[in-house]
């Protein structure tokens, strides 16, 4: 007879290496709070991603051109953010700081690959390299 501990031991004799279990991949809703109002940003299936890579195209085109629209700026930026949390409107985007669209983006970009924000530790002040392990002013 096993005992119970043997018995949840997965079956590893028939595989080389480890077995990573993708089914267990399950996204968890991520939020985010813009001009006070809570938005849940979605899973991103297959075919919602193709809208998303062509949103990030367009960011990219447009980026590439020496004078950018501010409208065409706002659109593409509301297409990217648009594709994972549908309850942002443009108007939204408009009156953001370019700090703000950046967060959101890197919101998108993370959530999109994968990463949680729980994972993640973003450093909220920067220290140049020069001080960085120096626990007190050089002389």
């Known amino acids: ?14 595989y080389e290496g480890p077995v990573q279990d993708i089914d267990a991949i399950i996204e968890k809703p991520e939020y985010i709070k813009l001009h006070g109002v809570v938005h849940e940003i979605k899973p991103v299936l297959v075919n919602e991603f193709f809208a998303l890579a062509n949103a990030l ?7 590439a051109q020496k004078e950018i629209n501010l409208d065409d700026l706002v659109d593409t930026y509301f297409g990217l953010i648009r594709s994972v949390c549908p309850t942002i409107e443009k108007e939204d985007i408009r009156k953001c700081t370019n700090a703000q669209v950046a967060a959101i983006l890197q919101k998108v970009y993370d959530h999109v690959n994968g990463i949680s924000g729980e ?21």
Do not use: H, W
Request: aromatic share 4%; hydrophobic share 30%; no cysteine.
């Open 1 to 14: 007879m096993f005992s119970s501990k043997e018995k949840l031991q997965p079956a590893r004799d028939q």
């Open 57 to 63: 195209a367009r960011l990219n085109n447009l980026t």
């Open 119 to 139: 994972k993640k530790k973003t450093p909220l002040t920067f220290q140049p390299k020069i001080l960085q392990g120096r626990s007190t002013p050089a002389s």
